[in-house]
């Protein structure tokens, strides 16, 4: 009896499933041929370009990841040349794909940041007890006495992808060895200390301070900062005095006897050497003797 009815389900069931069957292989030829008629043909060299990127999506480009950027140079190739931790060597690689000569390109850029006061050469007016970030400490007057300097919460820290920057003793530090360029530090910093500059050596000379208050001003809140004094600017045509700051001419620097001189004569030593193989900052002759006693 329970094989009879097994039987009679059989046969009652077998042409519905034939028919299902049959509507699944008319579904699947007619998607078949739909997503051939309706493909969109991707141009082959975006997928090359895509490749000859360093794929790690950092955004430096302007673009959301490799691939955004990989398209957009295709379509458009002015844009050559935006892939910061790729360089060079990338930006030829992209021009032998799309059958473009490419010109030189600058130097690869790298952060420098313009401030090298710790922990102990800051005046503070009162302790910060708010969300520790920088963005949210920077809505705060008076947290610090210098209201330009790194506010040392690590915003930049938290943008960085690579592990390149690190808050020592109060300062935002660049680990040249892991950074790629990719300027979310930069980005990230709500005082704007971070500047992108083009490394046309493997280390390079800076002004390490961004404060525009006057030199009396600046002694009173910072024992590294600059007091526009004027010594680099009178020693090397790259320095130059706006704002109550000296500045560095990023394009013109040459390591030559005339900086090292600006270097040696600065009384506060804010002008510094940043890079891979940065010597340590010298120390004020104030500090020296505070320290001494």
């Given at each position: 009896?329970?094989?009879?009815?097994i039987?009679?389900?059989?046969?009652?069931?077998?042409?519905?499933?034939?028919i299902?069957?049959?509507?699944?292989?008319?579904?699947?030829?007619?998607?078949?041929?739909?997503?051939?008629?309706?493909?969109?043909?991707?141009?082959?060299?975006?997928?090359?370009?895509?490749?000859?990127?360093?794929?790690?999506?950092?955004?430096?480009?302007?673009?959301?990841?490799?691939?955004?950027?990989?398209?957009?140079?295709?379509?458009?190739?002015?844009?050559?040349?935006?892939?910061?931790?790729?360089?060079?060597?990338?930006?030829?690689?992209?021009?032998?794909?799309?059958?473009?000569?490419?010109?030189?390109?600058?130097?690869?850029?790298?952060?420098?940041?313009?401030?090298?006061?710790?922990?102990?050469?800051?005046?503070?007016?009162?302790?910060?007890?708010?969300?520790?970030?920088?963005?949210?400490?920077?809505?705060?007057?008076?947290?610090?006495a210098c209201?330009?300097?790194?506010?040392?919460?690590?915003?930049?820290?938290?943008?960085?992808?690579?592990?390149?920057?690190?808050?020592?003793?109060?300062?935002?530090?660049?680990?040249?060895?892991?950074?790629?360029?990719?300027?979310?530090?930069?980005?990230?910093?709500?005082?704007?200390?971070?500047?992108?500059?083009?490394?046309?050596?493997?280390?390079?000379?800076?002004?390490?301070?961004?404060?525009?208050?006057?030199?009396?001003?600046?002694?009173?809140?910072?024992k590294?900062?600059?007091?526009?004094?004027?010594?680099?600017?009178?020693?090397?045509?790259?320095f130059?005095?706006e704002?109550?700051?000296?500045?560095?001419?990023?394009?013109?620097?040459?390591?030559d006897?005339?900086t090292?001189?600006?270097?040696?004569?600065?009384?506060?030593?804010?002008?510094?050497?940043?890079?891979?193989?940065?010597?340590?900052?010298?120390?004020?002759?104030?500090?020296?003797?505070?320290?001494?006693?």
């Amino acid at each position: 009896m329970f094989l009879a009815d097994i039987i009679s389900l059989w046969n009652q069931a077998w042409p519905a499933g034939v028919i299902v069957l049959g509507l699944c292989l008319i579904f699947a030829v007619v998607l078949l041929i739909a997503s051939e008629k309706l493909k969109v043909k991707m141009d082959p060299k975006i997928e090359q370009v895509h490749k000859a990127l360093p794929n790690i999506d950092c955004g430096a480009c302007g673009f959301a990841g490799c691939a955004s950027y990989a398209k957009a140079v295709v379509e458009n190739p002015e844009l050559i040349g935006r892939c910061s931790p790729g360089g060079s060597a990338t930006a030829e690689k992209i021009g032998a794909i799309l059958n473009l000569q490419i010109s030189a390109e600058g130097a690869p850029k790298r952060p420098i940041v313009h401030c090298r006061a710790h922990t102990s050469d800051k005046t503070y007016y009162a302790t910060y007890q708010g969300i520790e970030t920088c963005t949210a400490a920077n809505a705060l007057a008076n947290v610090q006495a210098c209201k330009f300097g790194c506010l040392e919460y690590g915003d930049c820290v938290a943008a960085c992808k690579f592990d390149a920057l690190h808050i020592v003793d109060g300062l935002a530090t660049v680990d040249y060895e892991k950074c790629t360029g990719c300027g979310a530090c930069s980005r990230a910093c709500p005082r704007n200390l971070i500047q992108m500059v083009p490394f046309r050596h493997e280390n390079m000379i800076t002004v390490a301070c961004n404060s525009r208050e006057n030199g009396k001003a600046v002694r009173s809140m910072c024992k590294v900062g600059c007091i526009a004094c004027g010594l680099c600017a009178k020693q090397s045509e790259v320095f130059t005095i706006e704002d109550n700051l000296a500045k560095v001419d990023y394009e013109k620097y040459e390591p030559d006897d005339k900086t090292l001189v600006a270097y040696n004569k600065c009384p506060t030593c804010v002008i510094v050497y940043r890079g891979k193989s940065a010597p340590e900052p010298q120390e004020p002759a104030k500090k020296k003797a505070a320290a001494a006693t």
